[in-house]
């Protein structure tokens, strides 16, 4: 079995297991300030709610590739980590790895090369995906991409005390027609399966959607939403299938 899967090299974190993760998104979805944050943490805290971390989601940045907060939204991040850490909860953020060509990052991305290219591997490949289109990737086989990606998760932790991150997406399908990557060699697994390192590297109470014989980093994974009833093409019988997938491809 070895020769197909790597043992873990340590344990997911224990407050994950024991607690629920709060999230904007159930509640407010992209309708998200600073105020609502706040108030939504002050409720949990004032109902004497378990938790494991309160996860701010969509919506945080002006533009999606940003990866910065949007200060007339959020004009002291600062302060409000720090009153949130006051209520002993931990702050994590929503990430992915796409950048809309409206984003500030975009043009100095496609100046250093960052992003997933097109076919004849010249030009950056144009995508869509749910928040945005066109829109482009951030080519996690490039060293040099993936140290201008890592370098913006950790200003984010360092700048406002952010504790970790959700990684959303990173599945090979949003790649754009006849991609290529950085790495000639790499197959369309090996761009999600960096992605996940990238998550593991940021700390261990991450989460993330995606992964290929990923199974070795002690991190959560999560499915893809479900529906509220009891189908088994995505409402609560699927769980089980979802999660034997996962199993089988790491």
């Not at 971390?53 to 600062?78: M, N």
């Not at 984010?156 to 005390?161: H, R």
């Not at 000639?184 to 998550?199: E, L």
């Not at 093409?233 to 089980?240: A, M, N, Y």
């Amino acid at each position: 079995a070895e020769n197909f899967r790597d043992k873990p090299m340590n344990k997911p974190d224990f407050r994950m297991m024991r607690y629920p993760i709060f999230t904007t998104w159930s509640y407010f979805f992209k309708h998200i300030n600073q105020s609502i944050v706040l108030d939504y943490a002050k409720e949990i805290n004032e109902h004497n709610y378990t938790i494991s971390q309160l996860e701010i989601d969509d919506k945080w940045e002006v533009s999606y590739g940003d990866l910065d907060f949007d200060k007339t939204k959020f004009p002291d991040v600062s302060e409000m980590v720090n009153q949130i850490h006051n209520m002993n909860m931990r702050v994590t953020l929503w990430v992915h790895p796409f950048c809309n060509i409206d984003s500030f990052n975009f043009v100095d991305g496609t100046k250093n090369g960052y992003w997933v290219k097109d076919q004849y591997g010249l030009f950056p490949g144009f995508t869509s995906w749910w928040d945005g289109v066109p829109s482009v990737i951030i080519d996690t086989t490039n060293p040099t991409a993936v140290a201008y990606y890592t370098n913006k998760l950790n200003t984010l932790k360092q700048k406002y005390n952010i504790d970790s991150f959700k990684f959303d997406a990173g599945e090979a399908h949003w790649m754009p027609n006849n991609f290529k990557l950085h790495f000639n060699q790499s197959k369309p697994n090996d761009h999600s399966q960096n992605y996940v390192q990238i998550a593991h590297l940021q700390n261990y109470f991450v989460e993330a959607r995606v992964g290929h014989r990923n199974q070795k980093y002690g991190i959560f994974y999560r499915i893809l939403d479900r529906a509220s009833d009891w189908t088994i093409t995505d409402g609560l019988k699927s769980v089980i299938t979802a999660t034997l997938h996962f199993s089988l491809v790491g």
